[in-house]
């Protein structure tokens, strides 16, 4: 059973950085596809980073691209979200996801709820 464990949240200033982790309990390259959500409250999910099962392909939600960078370690089966320039609209609880490779065709448009394995989530507060 996959699981996953998120850290690396914190509250910080606007303009700060913050990088989270999300450890899994396995290898995930070329198995399943990972994202990173967030949800703040009385707002629907929102998915702000994907990558592909390979590593090879990432893509944001516009409201963060170019300040946060998906990536994944598979020496230490992490997945991080490096996130630059925060601003008070970037609060919000983040969650890393995983989905079998097999279910994540659609690459970005991959709807959370295929997503099948979640993580309990990291809180990130931006204060102005």
């Known amino acids: 059973q996959l699981q996953l464990v998120e850290s690396g949240g914190g509250s910080v200033q606007s303009g700060g950085s913050l990088t989270l982790s999300c450890a899994v309990s396995t290898a995930t390259s070329g198995r399943y596809c990972m994202a990173w959500f967030r949800q703040a409250p009385d707002n629907q999910r929102e998915k702000v980073a994907h990558i592909s099962s390979q590593g090879g392909t990432t893509r944001y939600a516009d409201s963060v691209k170019g300040r946060f960078t998906i990536s994944q370690d598979n020496t230490k089966n992490t997945l991080y979200l490096q996130m630059n320039s925060l601003k008070p609209e970037d609060t919000a609880m983040y969650y890393c996801?995983?989905?079998?490779?097999?279910?994540?065709?659609?690459?970005?448009?991959?709807?959370?709820?295929?997503?099948?394995?979640w993580g309990r989530g990291t809180q990130v507060t931006v204060s102005s």
């Open positions: 996801a995983a989905v079998s490779v097999t279910r994540c065709m659609a690459g970005w448009n991959t709807r959370f709820d295929v997503f099948g394995v």
